[in-house]
């Protein structure tokens, strides 16, 4: 029997498993440390690393640790609706036999301390908080994608994220660059919604320049992120961006399919919760004759956010905020 020693862990803002993206590359612009223990904090461990981009990252599920893992021949993966049972190598499951993770990730940068202490800042990360990593390996493009071969995906559908369409917002939102450009999302929101997001203790301004952060003060000039400093506008630009981008990547199970959905998650040590409207077919055809009766543009208002054969949702934020306690 092998005994796993974990030679570090995973610091980031999300602690909640129903808040992680399905792979980390689908909300790539998350950055999380990869906190090195002695003796690999020394820096000869980390000696040449900074000159690879990519990084293969091994790791624990550790919250997902059952007995019944070491026995689980079939599971349920949520894109086939969580009804439909695979093998569990056919699957990238985090329920698995040894409860290892795989991950690939974009190295930022390689940080070494004061103290001497060497650590990674990566981007593209879809583990958890404290998360044990048990292993890290450089990304070879020639030795670790397929060369000149066809790569079936089997029943895995390749999600349409970032893909050319039209971001819809319900009322007024100046400011776009906050918003993911996810297919089938219209956002019921307002600036003031996500206004909680700039008090939370989550520490990110050390992630951007000087230069980033002079232009938020000048995008985000309007009232009420006019008054904020440069440290909060920072947490309230890039925490937006990440949990708008998570929502909006639609973390519930396949299977819940009601027509209005509350839903809730913890992120950067706060308490988020929406509401999320599926709308119907005949509701999708009233909001087009509603847009081509203020002559906008038909092929460009609907064509590109219905052509996946997603259902339109409709996505408002009700509460951002220190976590909610029911009294006894």
Same mark, same amino acid.
């Given at each position: ?71 689980? =021949? ?56 404290? *998360? ?7 990304? =070879? ?26 971001i819809q917002v319900k009322g007024e939102f100046p400011s776009f660059s906050l918003l993911p450009q996810v297919a089938g999302v219209v956002w019921d929101l307002q600036p003031r919604d996500l206004l909680p997001?700039?008090?939370? *203790? ?20 309007? &009232?009420?992120?006019? *008054? =904020? &400093? ?19 990547l639609n973390p519930k199970p396949a299977y819940k399919e009601q027509e209005v959905l509350h839903l809730g998650m913890k992120f950067a040590g706060l308490e988020v919760q929406w509401q999320e409207k599926t ?22 208002? &609907? ?14 934020? *009700?509460?951002?905020?220190k976590e909610e306690t029911v009294d006894d």
């Amino acid at each position: 029997m092998f005994a796993l020693k974990p030679i570090g862990k995973i610091n980031s803002l999300l602690t909640d498993k129903f808040s992680m993206p399905r792979q980390g590359s689908l909300n790539n612009e998350l950055i999380c440390k990869v906190e090195l223990l002695p003796p690999y904090n020394n820096p000869q461990a980390v000696a040449e690393l900074q000159g690879f981009s990519h990084l293969w990252l091994i790791g624990v599920f550790h919250a997902n640790v059952q007995e019944a893992n070491a026995q689980r =021949l079939m599971v349920r993966p949520p894109r086939l609706g969580g009804n439909q049972r695979v093998g569990v190598f056919a699957s990238r499951s985090s329920f698995r036999p040894n409860n290892l993770s795989l991950s690939l990730v974009t190295l930022k940068e390689v940080k070494i301390d004061a103290q001497g202490k060497a650590s990674l800042i990566i981007q593209g990360c879809d583990l958890i908080d404290q *998360t044990p990593i048990v292993d890290i390996k450089p990304y =070879l493009p020639f030795a670790d994608a397929p060369q000149e071969q066809e790569v079936k995906t089997g029943y895995v559908q390749t999600p349409q994220v970032n893909v050319e369409t039209k971001i819809q917002v319900k009322g007024e939102f100046p400011s776009f660059s906050l918003l993911p450009q996810v297919a089938g999302v219209v956002w019921d929101l307002q600036p003031r919604d996500l206004l909680p997001l700039s008090e939370s *203790t989550y520490a990110c301004q050390e992630f951007f320049t000087a230069q980033e952060q002079q232009l938020w003060q000048e995008e985000f000039n309007y &009232t009420p992120f006019s *008054t =904020l &400093t440069q440290e909060q506008l920072a947490k309230l630009v890039y925490l937006s961006r990440i949990l708008l981008k998570l929502i909006a990547l639609n973390p519930k199970p396949a299977y819940k399919e009601q027509e209005v959905l509350h839903l809730g998650m913890k992120f950067a040590g706060l308490e988020v919760q929406w509401q999320e409207k599926t709308i119907k077919e005949q509701e999708k055809t009233s909001k087009e004759q509603e847009n081509n009766s203020k002559g906008q543009n038909e092929e460009r208002e &609907t064509s590109r956010l219905f052509n996946y054969h997603q259902p339109l949702r409709e996505i408002r934020i *009700t509460y951002i905020g220190k976590e909610e306690t029911v009294d006894d």
